[in-house]
Nanobody, 122 residues
Framework: VQLQASGGGLVQAGGSLRLSCAAS????????MGWFRQAPGKEREFVAA????????YYTRSVKGRFTVSRDDAKNTAYLQMNSLEPEDTAVYFC????????????????WGQGTQVTVSS
């Protein structure tokens, strides 16, 4: 199983980025997909998640209204559209796949991608 996160980069505050997470080796449509991030010197934290039936999405409070999580099961890919980026969003972003409904706990995610760096300049 592989999760390949991409789309990170350097952007000015107020800008946008779209992260992608391409999955292989698993039945993608059976997995809840989550996004996490880890800023320098901080613990990895939950950002957003989308259920396997595409019905429910979840966001941490600080990104609500700015970030949108989505998925394309035909392409085995999850996305994180990030708008109105702030310097506080600077982090390495990880995608992960879970077979459970518990989107928040990292221990419930079975597979993890390698991370993609997002840097937001002020």
């Amino acid at each position: 199983v592989q999760l390949q996160a991409s789309g990170g980069g350097l952007v000015q505050a107020g800008g946008s980025l779209r992260l992608s997470c391409a999955a292989s080796g698993l039945t993608f449509s059976n997995y809840l997909m989550g996004w996490f991030r880890q800023a320098p010197g901080k613990e990895r934290e939950f950002v957003a998640a989308i259920t396997w039936n595409d019905i429910n999405t979840y966001y941490t409070r600080s990104v609500k209204g700015r970030f949108t999580v989505s998925r394309d099961d035909a392409k085995n890919t999850a996305y994180l559209q990030m708008n109105s980026l702030e310097p506080e969003d600077t982090a390495v972003y990880f995608c992960a796949a879970s077979e459970t409904k518990n989107y928040f706990r990292q221990s419930h995610y079975k597979y993890w991608g390698q991370g993609t760096q997002v840097t937001v300049s002020s």
